[in-house]
């Protein structure tokens, strides 16, 4: 028995005399060193790994019977649905899963908001997450040409057109980006290339990226303290335990109570009632007739109701008073002069172009701001404390607004704009916008709660 | 004495260059990739004309071709079709069809059309290019309010536009329906695709 366990460690010496292995089990798993006190809201990253995974799998095993043309794409995608053995369990392994990853990125990103783990020392990973979260939608959208039904056609068709509203060059990017003068053979059949090949190789080293980047920072916890302060005298984090063994057992639970709930949908209720899987879709692109309901998918719409709420009326009597405030905010609260000079030029700026730029411009251009925002947030939050735990009511309430116009907002963009709906989702982008803009304010001001010197554990 | 710490300018100044000549080499490798996205010589070739014989056309009627991978719209507009365009102008953003990009010289006139009763359009938003639904009826038949006056509808961000494709004011589209080169080759059968003889 002796000899066993003496060949193991030969082979592994030999090993590690050519490659890091222990060195890097080590230091990434079995004296890497967690936070004793994580909660639900730290499941999310190990999961949307998983997720990751489990589509690249699938997706390996779609492509062998997919075919990229516009006369053959959709018959295909039947062909996969009824005549490949297994083959309708690994379209809908898919596309819940599509659906899925969004679920838990962002819940992975909310956990950032709740114990503001994009703070200092996070910055970076935080700015690699919201780079990872704008190649997932990428992924997602161009994935969702590939079945080349009646929606996909006019989904791709609509956003691919946001390019054309860019001035001067929107039109030129617009056809390099579809490869032809409207969505046509060409753009499907690159858009297979770059969901089954670019995004993903690009995802799979962002996501290597950001582990990277937080074993160096190391993570955060719901109390958002620094467990690196307190350590013991060989330079073990006081509130740390190895990653290995405790984590990755939490970390299977997890998964495993993650893997019923997704086996659960993709065997009784793949399309979710039409969420996860859009009904217009099951009808093969019509290039003459525009679905009834044109709407993107679920994860998407927020994003989608502040493009379509940004009317001329919006830009007039929202945004231009908006522009208005904030310039005298900033003007008011900041004293250097510079500062107030810039201001003063951006706001002019703005409101020039607020009237003599159309709405539909500035539609798409604060649709990219939705997203940029996120890039900042780190620097906005001017809060001494990181956790949610030890802020004030205001901190509390502004995400409680935030959150509930996120949802609202993604709710209407899969109504039709009409009326009070269409009311809603003004309203709903302001609030969505001030969460932002007015953080350095009520993150200043707020009262916080003094944070203990040690993580708090039951 | 030792060299640590100083900038030996030559090296330095070959070093800048060495790296200029790289990107402007990497820039020059890139270019075939990045062209060969272009619409490829084939994809510039599909769009060839379309002859529609619009005799079968009723008034009040529309038929729907495809041209170029567009819906292209031909409809036969009544009398009363044609009143409603002089009605409903206090209501549009460019009546007079100023902005030339959207029609054809011969096409810039009150009812956007060569023959004043035969319309033909693009039937792409100008939006973000879904296609609009045809609300041809006046009234409240149309859902779209008692005093609509007839033309079309987009579903997806709900601009509306008129019955000679000209876009209401306060909707997401900014500019009117493109109405596509066209000619008649007799009476009865229109090239959409080709401008009009004579005309530049
Ligand atoms: C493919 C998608 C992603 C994967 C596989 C992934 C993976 C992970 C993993 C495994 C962790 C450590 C476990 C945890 O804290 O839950 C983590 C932490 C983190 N991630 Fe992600 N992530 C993804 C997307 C994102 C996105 C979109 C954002 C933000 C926009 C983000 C921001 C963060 C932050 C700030 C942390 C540190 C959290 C803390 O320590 O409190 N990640 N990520
Ligand atoms: S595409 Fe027609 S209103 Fe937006």
């Known amino acids: 028995m002796n000899t066993k366990a003496g060949a193991w460690r030969r082979l592994l010496g030999w090993v590690d005399d050519r490659y890091p292995l222990s060195e890097t089990w080590e230091a990434h798993l079995s ?9 639900f809201w730290y499941y999310f990253g190990s999961l949307a790994l998983v997720v990751l995974v489990l589509q690249i799998l699938t997706g390996i095993f779609l492509t062998m019977h997919y075919k990229p043309d516009t006369g053959l794409a959709f018959a295909s995608v039947e062909y996969i649905m009824r005549d490949v053995d297994w083959g309708w369990l690994i ?37 690699i997450g919201v780079v990872i979260f704008i190649a997932l939608m990428a992924e997602a959208f161009m994935g969702y040409l590939l079945p080349w039904g009646n929606m996909s056609y006019w989904g791709a068709q609509v956003i691919i057109s946001l390019f054309d509203a860019i001035p001067v060059v929107g039109p030129g990017l617009a056809e390099w980006i579809r490869g032809d003068f409207v969505v046509a053979d060409a753009t ?15 995802l799979i080293m962002l996501v290597f990226i950001h582990i990277v980047a937080l074993h160096k920072v190391g993570s955060n916890n719901p109390d958002g303290i620094e467990i690196k302060k307190k350590k013991d005298a060989r330079g073990i984090p006081l509130d740390g335990i190895p990653f290995h063994p405790y984590y990755t057992v939490k970390d299977i639970v997890g998964t495993t109570v993650f893997l019923i709930v997704f086996t659960v949908i993709a065997f009784f209720i793949p399309e979710l009632w039409g969420w996860f899987l859009e009904h217009d879709n099951f009808i093969p692109a019509n290039i003459l007739q525009t679905p009834q309901e044109i709407k993107p998918l ?3 719409t927020p994003f989608y109701s502040i493009l379509r709420a940004t009317t001329s009326d919006m830009v007039a009597w929202g945004l ?45 251009v604060l649709m990219g701001l939705a997203l940029g925002a996120f890039f900042l947030v780190p620097w906005l939050d001017r809060s001494p404390v990181k956790s949610i735990r030890y802020r004030g009511w205001m901190y509390k309430t502004a ?4 959150t509930i116009a996120f949802i609202v907002l993604g709710y209407l963009g899969t109504k039709p704009p009409s009326g009070l709906y269409s009311l809603l989702a003004k309203i709903g982008l302001v609030i969505y916008f001030l969460f932002f803009l007015l953080m350095p304010w009520y993150t200043t001001f707020d009262k916080t709660k003094p944070v203990p010197e040690r993580v708090t554990w039951k | 004495m030792s060299d640590e710490g100083v900038v030996d300018p030559r ?40 002859e529609v014989d619009i005799s079968r056309i009723e008034p009040g009627q529309l038929l729907t071709v495809e041209w170029r991978g567009q819906p292209v719209w031909i409809l036969r507009r009544t009398p009363e079709m044609l009143n409603s365009l002089k009605e409903d102008v206090s209501l549009l953003v460019d009546p007079d069809s100023h902005v030339d990009s959207q029609q054809p010289k011969y096409a810039q006139n009150p009812t956007r059309s060569i023959k004043p009763e035969v319309l033909v359009l693009v039937g792409i938003c100008t939006h973000l290019g879904c296609s609009p639904e045809r609300r041809l009826e006046a009234g409240s038949e149309s859902g779209l309010g008692s005093d609509w006056p007839g033309g079309f509808f987009c579903p997806c961000h709900g601009s509306k536009f008129d019955l000679a494709g000209r876009v209401f004011k306060n909707v997401p589209a900014p500019i009117n329906l493109r109405v596509p080169p066209h000619r008649y080759v007799v009476d009865t059968r229109i090239l959409i695709g080709v401008d009009q003889k004579g005309a530049a």
């Open chain 1, 31 to 39: 004296k890497y060193y967690a936070p004793k006190n994580f909660n």
């Open chain 1, 91 to 127: 379209r809908y392994l898919h596309s819940t899963g599509a659906s899925l990853f969004f679920v838990v990125v962002y819940l992975h990103m909310f956990r950032a908001f709740l114990y503001g783990s994009h703070r200092n020392p996070r910055e970076l990973l935080w700015i």
């Open chain 1, 188 to 202: 499907l059949n690159r858009f297979f290339a770059l969901h089954v090949v670019a995004v993903p190789l690009v």
């Open chain 1, 298 to 300: 679920w994860y998407f």
């Open chain 1, 320 to 364: 231009t008073p908006l522009v208005i405030v904030m310039a005298a905010l900033i003007i008011f609260s900041v004293k250097r002069a510079r500062t107030r000079l810039v201001t003063s030029a951006i706001a002019a700026l703005l409101l020039i172009g607020f009237y003599f730029i159309e709405a539909k411009v500035w539609g798409v």
């Open chain 1, 399 to 402: 995400l409680t607004f935030f």
């Open chain 2, 11 to 50: 090296r330095r100044r070959l070093l800048i260059i060495t790296t200029g000549l790289g990107v402007v080499g990497a820039a020059f490798a890139a270019t075939p990739f990045v062209k060969s996205m272009m619409p490829s010589a084939r994809a510039k070739a599909a769009g060839a004309p379309v």
